[in-house]
């Protein structure tokens, strides 16, 4: 396994339209976060999966923004209606999870650039 | 919520000499503190972490500091190299949650 994943690398789209993006994750991790990144910016948290549930979610995801990760391995970020101010990179991270161990590291994807015209 | 700055917002060094970002963080409740190496148009890649039972950790040329008094971590690169060039970020992440939240990042230029 090389490490996580996203599709597509990059997405222009109209304002308007929906977009979805995928992220897999490390294959043994099972826990998955959705970050935001805007230029000049650090990532920002959107929410986070341990396996299929979502377990927390940040007040920056609005009502437009859904997130799933139906069988606790990819995870899929949807985007209605689409807005200018949604132009930014899209970052998935993963970690490992094992109850009464304390595993903190999240290893990040290489993002989705979104580009709203 | 918690709040993390950094300084400074860019620095360039000589190859081989020292650079050292600092970040300060406001949630008492954070204890764990990794920092991250993004180059452009790749994602956050993580090079070291400290933890808050820890003071400092050492890893090649790459040392964190924390100073959980004052509410404030440093990252410390000797030796520097063209390759380290990039931006960095620290963050911090409160005991029970999952969310990280990142500084606004450092870029540094080692000048060869």
């Known amino acids: 396994d090389t490490g996580v994943s996203q599709d597509p690398r990059h997405k222009i789209t109209k304002r308007g339209q929906n977009v979805t993006f995928r992220c897999d994750p490390i294959s043994e991790h099972n826990r998955l976060y959705w970050y935001r990144q805007t230029l000049g910016q650090g990532p920002e948290f959107l929410t986070y999966?341990?396996?299929?549930?979502?377990?927390?979610k940040s007040r920056l995801l609005s009502d437009r923004f859904s997130a799933e990760r139906p069988k606790g391995s990819f995870s899929t970020l949807e985007i209605q209606r689409t807005e200018q101010g949604d132009s930014a990179m899209y970052l998935c991270a993963s970690s490992s999870f094992i109850a009464g161990e304390a595993s903190y590291e999240q290893y990040f994807g290489p993002g989705t650039r979104l580009t709203v015209t | 919520g918690e709040n993390v700055e950094q300084h400074p917002s860019t620095l360039s060094v000589q190859e081989g000499d020292s650079a050292v970002i600092k970040c300060t963080y406001s949630?008492?409740?954070?204890?764990?503190f990794p920092w991250y190496k993004q180059e452009l148009g790749k994602g956050p890649q993580l090079i070291i972490d400290?933890?808050?039972?820890?003071g400092e950790k050492k890893d090649q040329r790459i040392a964190v500091t924390l100073n959980k008094t004052a509410k404030h971590f440093s990252l410390h690169i000797t030796e520097t190299q063209p390759e380290d060039s990039a931006v960095y970020f620290c963050?911090?992440?409160?005991?029970?949650?999952?969310?990280?939240?990142f500084g606004t990042g450092t870029k540094l230029q080692v000048i060869p």
């Open positions: 400290i933890r808050s039972n820890v």
């Open positions: 999966f341990q396996n299929e549930a979502q377990l927390e």
């Open positions: 963050a911090a992440k409160p005991g029970g949650y999952q969310k990280v939240t």
């Open positions: 949630d008492s409740a954070s204890n764990y």
